[in-house]
């Protein structure tokens, strides 16, 4: 996907990262550009009604959605030690909040499998906890198989549901996000919706001018 030419609209003249403007943007002007399936969009970008994950246009409602986000190599060091990767995910962690359409059902979907995302969590830290105590109750096979549910059920939930019901970060850095699963439909509205002129500033009228 990354090697995929990135597709800079209208408003970004130059391209990149260096044409973002400075400042507070004016409402319904935002930066928005395609990066292969990908959206790349400004943080607090006044996104359209069109719900992000199916493209519906009816009954929108809106998540407040703060993205997270931090190099993936940071998980190699879980080899390391728990606490240093913990330290470091923080230290290197970039966040971004967007305001996203959601229609009734994709809205619905999210919340369940953050939920079930929540719940897989939970049961990784009680089952860690149990499998020791099997352990060490000389309960080997029980403690064998409260570990793997522990372990596995987080990525089940993650692959099976959670990837499916929400959309995730690729990058994030200091202006932009660039999210996955965005529905082409809504790509397409957001591209065309950061395309909309700017509102010219206020300019203060030159000496001895006399307002009309
Ligand atoms: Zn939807």
Redesign the pocket.
């Known amino acids: 996907m990354s090697d995929q030419p990135v597709v800079f609209p209208r408003n970004a003249p130059g391209g990149g990262f260096m044409a973002l403007p400075a400042g507070p943007q004016q409402p319904g002007a935002f930066w928005a550009a395609s990066s292969g399936e990908d959206l790349m969009v400004e943080k607090g970008a006044p996104l359209p009604e069109v719900?992000v994950?199916?493209g519906?246009t009816d009954g929108i409602e809106r998540r407040n959605q703060n993205f997270s986000w931090f190099p993936p190599w940071i998980y190699a060091l879980l080899l390391v030690n728990l606490l240093v990767m913990a330290v470091v995910s923080t230290v290197l962690r970039k966040q971004g909040r967007l305001w996203l359409p959601?229609?009734h059902?994709?809205a619905r979907r999210w919340r369940k499998a953050n939920l079930v995302q929540g719940l897989t969590i939970a049961w990784l830290i009680v089952g860690l906890i149990t499998c020791i105590v099997f352990f060490a109750s000389e309960l080997p096979i029980l403690g064998l198989l409260t570990m793997v549910s522990a372990l596995v059920s987080p990525f089940l939930s993650g692959f099976l549901l959670h990837r499916k019901a929400t959309l995730r970060p690729r990058t994030i850095d200091d202006r932009v996000i660039t999210l996955q699963g965005v529905h082409p439909d809504a790509k397409a509205a957001i591209l065309t919706a950061s395309q909309q002129p700017r509102l010219p500033s206020p300019v203060a009228p030159p000496p001895g001018t006399i307002a009309q």
Do not use: E, N, Y
């Open positions: 719900c994950k199916c519906r959601l229609c059902d994709c």
